[in-house]
């Protein structure tokens, strides 16, 4: 399969149904690849844990990055570390800043837009970098979580999910755990009541 990328013959007949003749192969050495399309195909998808952000992701360079991988998956053999990085095609650049404008006064010159006629909605960092954790056994998730926020405290890093922030619902209520806290009905109803007699 690896190889087919240098003939263009094999490489168009290449479909979908590579994955069938995967399923179907008795080859030992695609026991692993046989094993990873039947969860696929019968729902047992890897479970999210959870995802660490990093305050400055400037600060993390690649040896640090693969340092803190191998560490996460250390931690037990069903954690499965995928790293994520979200840029707009210049990891540590402005994408603006890379476009040439014209205008129809002289629109055989190109000029850079300045700052001020940048919208202020856009914001001033163009990257981010997550690393999302799963785990390959749903029965060892609550566990592996739990383990997870202890390294993730031990070494100074934040969850994503596991902060546990109150979120601000709908109809003005706010969220703890899952719970919304709305006033009770009645009290409202005599609230507007005695509003209305006076």
Not at 58 to 78: G, N, P, V
Not at 115 to 140: A, F, G, P
């Amino acid at each position: 399969m690896s190889e087919a990328i240098e003939d263009m013959t094999a490489y168009t007949k290449m479909t979908d149904n590579i994955m069938y003749e995967l399923c179907y192969s008795a080859d030992t050495s695609l026991k692993k690849s046989r094993h990873i399309i039947n969860r696929v195909l019968t729902r047992k998808l890897y479970t999210y844990i959870d995802e660490i952000t990093f305050k400055n992701d400037k600060q993390i360079d690649k040896k640090s990055l693969t340092k803190i991988q191998k560490d996460l998956e250390e931690i037990h053999e069903d954690l499965v570390v995928d790293v994520v990085k979200l840029d707009y095609g210049l990891p540590m650049d402005n994408p603006i800043d890379a476009v040439q404008f014209y205008s129809k006064d002289d629109p055989n010159k190109a000029y850079k837009l300045s700052k001020n006629y940048v919208s202020r909605v856009l914001t001033e960092k163009n990257n981010e970098l997550q690393i999302h954790v799963y785990c390959r056994n749903k029965d060892n998730a609550n566990d592996l979580k739990d383990r997870l926020q202890t390294w993730c405290k031990d070494n100074g890093y934040k969850l994503k999910v596991g902060q546990h922030e109150p979120k601000q619902s709908s109809r003005g209520a706010v969220k703890f755990g899952g719970k919304r806290k709305f006033p009770k009905r009645g009290q409202y109803q005599e609230t507007k009541r005695v509003k209305l007699l006076k």
